[in-house]
């Protein structure tokens, strides 16, 4: 069937059994897998044949769970991570390596800013962090002849600025290399930035495809129309010859389509080892079987909530992409119509003091470290997931040091509303 909607995908994608197989998927919990014969095997350890045979490179329960993403987003092949971070970390060093350069948005998730401007910068690769609304001239010369990719977040996590998806992969794709994009907040349900010109897109799938606060995972989906052949100088890694995989040249054996997730698991999952476990596949499984029901959920809590603080007389400012008068509302409209997530940030009056007393205050939502959760939670990221950085990079990053990061979870939006009320008159 062509033209299935995303709500059906979130249901069925992904796992379709045969006669007598089982409808829920099954949990592969084996390491291994077993042939009758050497050749057999040597065949897949040679991507001569498709198939199992260790779980650090692939395994069935993973697959499945990563196709059903797959055909949310669009794209042409997918696998899972360990971690958003893993997916991140892979999303580049697939097609990056000592001495070249990416051009990333500096409104991104703080753990991915660290991941970029200090360990990937030990590694020697070097980044340039771009304001999302910066002029095309600025981004324009933000590239260097060694620039490989363009990294952005469709709403980053947690300045909840949209990012013009176009406007960037026109100039990735200007300079002869891909956009990829974290697709965390929005979810394929809100926005799939393949349609808006994106080559690649990560997951933090521990956020919303999850659901629930139960798995750390990720996942990296390629559209498969980056066409690496035709920039063949900049991306050695996909054109050439594999010599640790017996000259295997991934764009040659597997086409568009396949060359970069192929190559992503046969290199960096064979020697970085970052893989999911199939129990934690399957509760992602069971997350994105509500996904599309979830999220509208979250979205009306979201703009619910951002309303009713927008009004408050003890909250100084509130940022929310579904906000009329928001800076990132016209990108919002353009890039999630139908809603941008649950999160919400705003500051109280009183700056650094007056949030931590609030957010004591609260009695339904629960300080955390995590967002996108079926319970509400909250945060102050410049004393938390933002500590490492100093105040010009959390200015840059869209972070100031009163935000409070709201996560509006899937109870009752009046409750919610009350709660906050009454965490706001303590100050
Ligand atoms: C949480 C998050 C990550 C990191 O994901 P983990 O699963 O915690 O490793 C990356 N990007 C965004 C936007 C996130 O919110």
Same mark, same amino acid.
Not at 52 to 65: A, E, G, I, M
């Given at each position: 069937?062509?033209?299935? %909607?995303?709500?059906?995908?979130?249901?069925?994608?992904?796992?379709?059994?045969?006669?007598?197989? #089982?409808?829920?998927?099954?949990?592969?919990? %084996?390491?291994?897998?077993?042939?009758?014969?050497?050749?057999?095997?040597?065949?897949? $350890?040679?991507?001569?044949?498709?198939?199992?045979?260790?779980?650090?490179?692939?395994?069935?329960?993973?697959?499945?769970?990563?196709?059903?993403?797959?055909?949310?987003?669009?794209?042409?092949?997918?696998?899972?991570?360990?971690?958003?971070? !893993?997916?991140?970390?892979?999303?580049?060093?697939?097609?990056?390596?000592?001495?070249?350069?990416?051009?990333?948005?500096?409104?991104?998730?703080?753990?991915?800013?660290?991941?970029?401007?200090?360990?990937?910068?030990?590694?020697?690769?070097?980044?340039?962090?771009?304001?999302?609304?910066?002029?095309?001239?600025?981004?324009?010369?933000? $590239?260097?002849?060694?620039?490989?990719?363009?990294?952005?977040?469709?709403?980053?996590?947690?300045?909840?600025?949209?990012?013009?998806?176009?406007?960037? !992969?026109?100039?990735?794709?200007?300079?002869?290399? #891909?956009?990829?994009?974290?697709?965390?907040?929005?979810?394929?349900?809100?926005?799939?930035?393949?349609?808006?010109?994106?080559?690649?897109?990560?997951?933090?799938?521990?956020?919303?495809?999850?659901?629930?606060?139960?798995? &750390?995972?990720?996942?990296? &989906?390629?559209?498969?129309?980056? @066409?690496?052949?035709?920039?063949?100088?900049?991306?050695?890694?996909?054109?050439?010859?594999?010599?640790?995989?017996?000259?295997?040249?991934?764009?040659?054996?597997?086409?568009?389509?396949?060359?970069?997730?192929?190559?992503?698991?046969?290199?960096?999952?064979?020697?970085?080892?970052?893989?999911?476990? #199939?129990?934690?596949?399957?509760?992602?499984?069971?997350?994105?079987?509500?996904?599309? &029901?979830?999220?509208?959920?979250?979205?009306?809590?979201?703009?619910? +909530? !951002?309303?009713?603080?927008?009004?408050?007389?003890?909250?100084?400012?509130?940022?929310?992409?579904?906000?009329?008068?928001?800076? %990132?509302?016209?990108?919002?409209?353009?890039?999630?119509?139908?809603?941008?997530?649950? +999160? &919400? %940030?705003?500051? +109280?009056?009183?700056?650094?003091?007056?949030?931590?007393?609030?957010?004591?205050?609260?009695?339904?939502?629960?300080?955390?470290?995590? +967002?996108?959760?079926?319970?509400?939670?909250?945060?102050? #990221?410049?004393?938390?997931?933002?500590?490492?950085?100093? @105040?010009?990079?959390?200015?840059?990053?869209?972070?100031?040091?009163?935000?409070?990061?709201?996560?509006?979870?899937?109870?009752?939006?009046?409750?919610?509303?009350?709660?906050?009320?009454?965490?706001?008159?303590?100050?």
């Amino acid at each position: 069937m062509s033209n299935i %909607s995303k709500d059906t995908i979130c249901v069925q994608g992904g796992y379709r059994p045969g006669n007598g197989e #089982p409808r829920q998927l099954p949990i592969v919990q %084996s390491t291994t897998f077993k042939y009758a014969t050497g050749e057999a095997m040597g065949e897949l $350890f040679d991507l001569k044949a498709s198939g199992y045979f260790y779980s650090r490179l692939q395994n069935p329960t993973c697959d499945t769970v990563a196709a059903k993403i797959c055909e949310l987003e669009g794209g042409s092949a997918a696998m899972l991570t360990s971690s958003g971070q !893993a997916a991140s970390f892979y999303s580049i060093f697939n097609i990056a390596s000592c001495g070249d350069h990416i051009v990333s948005s500096s409104t991104i998730y703080g753990g991915t800013y660290n991941l970029f401007a200090v360990t990937m910068k030990r590694m020697g690769i070097d980044f340039t962090f771009v304001s999302p609304d910066c002029t095309d001239e600025e981004l324009n010369a933000a $590239f260097r002849p060694n620039t490989k990719a363009v990294f952005g977040e469709t709403i980053a996590n947690p300045a909840l600025v949209v990012l013009d998806i176009e406007r960037f !992969a026109r100039a990735a794709h200007a300079h002869g290399v #891909p956009l990829i994009i974290d697709n965390t907040f929005a979810t394929p349900v809100n926005c799939r930035p393949f349609e808006w010109g994106a080559d690649i897109v990560t997951h933090s799938t521990t956020k919303y495809m999850d659901g629930h606060g139960a798995a &750390v995972g990720g996942c990296i &989906v390629d559209s498969g129309r980056f @066409d690496w052949a035709a920039h063949a100088e900049k991306f050695p890694g996909l054109c050439t010859p594999d010599e640790s995989y017996h000259g295997v040249t991934y764009v040659k054996e597997f086409g568009l389509g396949g060359a970069y997730i192929t190559k992503a698991t046969a290199q960096l999952m064979r020697d970085f080892g970052s893989v999911q476990s #199939p129990q934690s596949a399957f509760l992602l499984n069971l997350g994105l079987e509500s996904l599309h &029901v979830r999220m509208a959920r979250h979205c009306e809590n979201g703009m619910a +909530v !951002a309303r009713f603080l927008q009004g408050h007389e003890k909250v100084t400012w509130v940022t929310y992409p579904g906000l009329e008068g928001d800076k %990132s509302y016209a990108l919002a409209q353009k890039y999630l119509p139908h809603g941008s997530c649950g +999160v &919400v %940030s705003f500051g +109280v009056r009183g700056g650094r003091e007056a949030a931590a007393k609030v957010m004591e205050g609260l009695k339904i939502a629960a300080i955390e470290t995590h +967002v996108a959760d079926a319970r509400s939670c909250c945060l102050h #990221p410049a004393t938390t997931t933002h500590r490492q950085m100093s @105040d010009e990079e959390l200015l840059a990053a869209g972070v100031s040091a009163d935000l409070i990061r709201f996560s509006c979870g899937l109870e009752s939006r009046d409750d919610l509303i009350a709660d906050l009320a009454q965490a706001l008159d303590r100050v």
